[in-house]
């Protein structure tokens, strides 16, 4: 069964940048689509950003001119860059593929605040 971790979440002000990665393995990564989601407490998990296979990207509006969606060259890792992060990105950020069909992760928690 193919895993998904998630790691560098933590406190940040806001303005602040985190940069986050995803690993999973075997050729998930590389071979599919892949997604970053959001689940803040109380509210439904939420769509954040998507790498295609083929490297185009898609951002909720939300985010963009924010974040960035990458893989390494490898294509064995999923990071998310944060920049700017307001209060409303709060939540555990977790990766998928798009559509999800993997089971989730643990996710990595984000707190924005001063």
């Known amino acids: 069964q193919v895993q998904l971790v998630e790691s560098g979440g933590g406190l940040v002000q806001p303005g602040g940048s985190l940069r986050l990665s995803c690993q999973a393995s075997?050729?998930?990564?590389?071979?599919?689509?892949m997604g970053w989601y959001r689940q803040a407490p109380g509210k439904e998990r939420e769509f954040v950003a998507q790498?295609?296979?083929?490297?185009?990207?898609v951002y909720r509006d939300s985010v963009k001119g924010r974040f960035t969606i990458s893989r390494d060259n490898a294509k064995i890792t999923l990071y998310l860059q944060m920049n700017n992060l307001k209060p409303e990105d709060m939540g555990v950020y977790s990766c998928?593929?798009?559509?999800?069909?993997?089971?989730w992760g643990q996710g990595t928690q984000v707190t924005v605040s001063s």
């Open positions: 790498i295609t296979a083929g490297g185009i990207t």
């Open positions: 075997g050729s998930i990564i590389r071979l599919n689509d």
């Open positions: 998928n593929t798009v559509p999800a069909y993997l089971s």
